[in-house]
């Protein structure tokens, strides 16, 4: 196994690992000190099957439903994410951590890149331990105490799911979730503080009217997607992400417009943010 950072922030290529194999114990526990050394982890060139994936996923955590849109047929906790020639929005095009507005958000996710378009289709990552870190020491204080309410219906991000709703939604689905966590969340593994709000999901904060919030929110919405605390990673076909929800967010790009971007996502089951 070859490690290779891809930039001074966060992620890192893995090579010399064939995920359509079975992983030892001690590969996985690897693996994972990678994801947890660099917030996201990459694979090139894994032609997985659904099956083969599912098995990756379950040796790297417990894989769980994606609360809105339904998984491929027999593989309930693979959702396709996927945007069409005709349509405008992309699934989650924002900057945001998965489901913040789940009670236990996803440890982590991994998206597998099934048919891509012939240029654009990126996917940004930021780093939030480093978005905390470089606060002031009197915006940390006043940040400490204070709890973030999620929502899954904000209008933008709201937006991209309406393409795949109108195809693949989940019946029987909440249309609507919230969840309130703390602003400042300690990593359960690292231990490292870590910037737990986002422009997507991130609605308001508890006690606070919205006039109140509404400044400080956008302040820490500009400030986590600094350049220098993100990385940008280029996709090609069978190439795997695999990145912590806990300290890492992501922003899919949208500028492929006329063109397919069709990726498989299994979910990892997570923890109460503490």
Not at 95 to 105: C, I, K, M, R, V
Request: negative net charge; charged residues 25%.
């Amino acid at each position: 196994m070859k490690i290779q950072k891809v930039a001074g922030a966060l992620g890192a290529e893995i090579h010399g690992v064939d995920l359509r194999q079975p992983l030892s114990s001690s590969l996985a526990q690897e693996i994972r000190q990678v994801l947890l050394d660099n917030l996201v982890i990459f694979f090139r060139d894994q032609d997985l099957s659904p099956a083969q994936f599912m098995q990756f996923a379950q040796a790297m955590g417990e894989p769980i439903e994606y609360p809105f849109v339904k998984g491929l047929e027999g593989f309930p906790n693979i959702i396709e994410v996927k945007k069409l020639e005709h349509e405008r929005s992309n699934f989650g095009g924002v900057w945001h951590s998965d489901t913040t507005y789940l009670e236990e958000p996803p440890m982590g996710s991994m998206l597998l890149a099934r048919e891509i378009p012939p240029y654009g289709g990126d996917t940004l990552f930021a780093n939030q331990y480093l978005a905390w870190d470089t606060l002031s020491d009197t915006m940390k204080h006043m940040l400490r105490p204070l709890k973030g309410i999620s929502s899954s219906a904000k209008a933008d991000v709201s937006k991209t799911r309406e393409d795949r709703l109108k195809s693949d939604a989940k019946d029987g689905a909440p249309t609507q979730f919230q969840a309130v966590h703390p602003v400042m969340r300690t990593h359960p593994e690292t231990q490292r503080p870590a910037l737990y709000v986002n422009t997507a999901h991130t609605a308001g904060i508890e006690g606070m009217t919205s006039e109140e919030s509404a400044p400080l929110l956008h302040f820490l919405f500009e400030h986590q997607i600094k350049p220098e605390f993100t990385c940008r990673f280029n996709w090609q076909p069978n190439s795997l992400a695999f990145w912590d929800n806990r300290c890492a967010m992501h922003n899919p790009v949208n500028d492929y417009h006329g063109f397919r971007r069709i990726m498989h996502r299994i979910t990892l089951k997570g923890d109460r943010p503490a």
